[in-house]
């Protein structure tokens, strides 16, 4: 496997500490911008990030277009992984990881949420005894038979420094032995735990006026005065069982029926393979025969926004898109049978439904009807990488 790196960085001052941010998906594209923000703004001179792409999300709709669209640095290395089997891509990120960390020697490896990419950096730091920092630990849906419960689990209990965003978080680190109270200095047998808030709060702050700006989505799709649905499909749960992805598209076509709205659908490259693949002819004709279902390629991050904050309601496996429901108002049928983010079904704005029809469009039926209430502020104050970046300077 091959390792592309850009040019080596300009030799920084000895007070700076180096660390080596590794992202892979998509998502965590996006939350390393807020701390690469934070950094440029205001800790340029403590802190040096070197930043890893594992190539995770090798898609060019679903990677570079971001790193240019959110003003993230080019990444110093690209592992180049791409797709595979669980167990060929975390080897593969394995190995790449362990030679750049030999080479670059950082302070700390900082990790996100719950990857493939996470639990191979974290395994690949833990191992040689580099601190790790994981943003958004103590998350838990409670089913071991989600990749991500085990990968955030693993990951939380290699960690040094573990930043949450939740009061939840928190919580459920509690049960599993962690203390909250920091008696020495940070390291894997001691590690320090905080509650920082949601990395992914502060980027919508930022990010939402930036939107407005920017984005023409909604005018390209033609939504300025139509009442729409926001629809995202992802996980292996739904797309790869063709009982369920069926039943998901069967209650979509039912909810247009019903409500005359339209339905777009930002559809990863893999989903929509899954769809020619797995889903029957004639059921396939239906869904292309019905024109406000409109499938269209991965969005941006400004233009999910814009989708986000004009969608009427939101129909979403994706664990951050339930969030940014939240943040925005948005009423959100959560296509799973648990939720890491508990905060947003406690709260009335969310609620659980799998993949089954009548359940889906029950749920969309009852959050249609109401007015949703949200408070953002369980989410933080908007200023978590800077909280973040001030304790890996402080206790690292």
Known sequence: MAILASPMKACCKMTQKKILTVIGARPQIIKAAALSRAIQTHFSEQIEEILVHTGQHYDENMSAVFFEELGIPKPDYNLAVGSGSHGHMTAAMLSGLEAIL????????????DTNSTIAAALAAAKIHIPVVHIEAGLRSFNKAMPEEINRIAADHMSTLLFVPTQAGIANLTKEGFELVHQTKARIDAPHVYHCGDIMYDNSLYFAQLSDQKSRIITELELNQTPFVLCTIHRDSNTDDPVALESIFRALLALVEQTNMRVILPLHPRTRGKIQTLLNPSFQEKLSAETRIQLIDPAGFLDMIALEKNARMIV?????????????????VILREQTEWVEVVEAGAAILTGSDTQKILEAATQLLSQTIQTDASIFGNGRAAEFICEKIIADL
């Open 102 to 113: 030999e080479k670059e020697k950082p302070a700390a490896v900082v990790i996100y949420g």
């Open 316 to 332: 979403t496996d994706s664990g951050g898109v339930q969030k940014e429901a939240y943040f925005f108002a948005k009423p959100c």
